[in-house]
């Protein structure tokens, strides 16, 4: 099995752009599709980025996916950061009949 | 519109037994994976069970593993999961989630339903 491990927490200022890592311990980034799913307190997680870099309709274009097999990571990037963009981020991926999350960052706009 | 609508969460003691089910619309449930996600309060995302199109495969984490059993019922477009053994540390809102391909993109996800496991 493997980890995705992201920061707890990232703070930036309205306006400005942040990105949120996920590390993989184990297997290649690479080798399955990584999502991010956005979760507002009392709410239900929803997709904002899916297949690495795909945004469903409806998400706005501030909000990119990419990954770097030299790190072994995935990266949300969120540009122009909005009031609304406060929330936490998962990471989350696939491989031999596990589905795993990455633990989380709390994004505050400050 | 696509909603899928669980039911069945409460309080329960230790060591005792609870069904969640989910309800499912606006898609074809027959043709899709479906999938359990619990978050401890305050905590993470965990996925908790998969199951199959056809609910002949079910695949689980070990944390859950030989307690937890995922089913479904493609008549009622439902799906269901019976937790036994229950522990403290199962207490969680726990969400229902279509896996759009069956391979790890959870969308969309039910409201969640709150299980407590307490004495």
């Known amino acids: 099995n493997f980890m995705l491990t992201q920061p707890h927490s990232v703070s930036e200022s309205p306006g400005k752009t942040v990105t949120i890592s996920c590390t993989r311990s184990s297997g290649s980034i690479a080798n399955n599709y990584v999502q991010w799913y956005q979760q507002r307190p009392g709410n239900s997680p929803t997709t904002v980025i899916y297949e690495d870099n795909q945004r469903p309709s409806g998400v706005p274009v501030r909000f990119s996916g990419s990954i770097d097999s030299s790190s072994n990571s995935a990266s949300l990037t969120i540009s122009g950061l909005k009031p609304e963009d406060e929330a936490d981020y998962y990471c989350q991926s696939y491989d031999a009949n596990i589905w795993v999350f990455g633990g989380g960052t709390k994004l505050t706009v400050l | 519109e696509m909603q899928l609508l669980e039911s069945g969460g409460g309080l329960v003691q230790p060591g005792g037994s609870l069904r969640l089910s989910c309800a499912a619309s606006g898609f074809t449930f027959r043709s899709y994976v479906m999938a359990w996600v619990r978050q401890a309060p305050g905590k993470g995302l965990e996925w908790v069970s998969s199951?199959?199109?056809?609910?002949?495969?079910?695949f689980y984490p070990d944390s859950v593993k030989g307690r937890f059993i995922i089913t479904r019922d493609n008549s009622k477009n439902t799906v269901f999961l019976q937790m036994n053994s229950l522990r403290v540390e199962d207490t969680a809102f726990y969400y229902c989630a279509r896996d759009v391909w069956g391979l790890g993109w959870f969308d969309p996800w039910g409201q969640g339903i709150l299980v407590t496991v307490s004495s």
């Open positions: 199951i199959s199109a056809s609910g002949a495969s079910t």
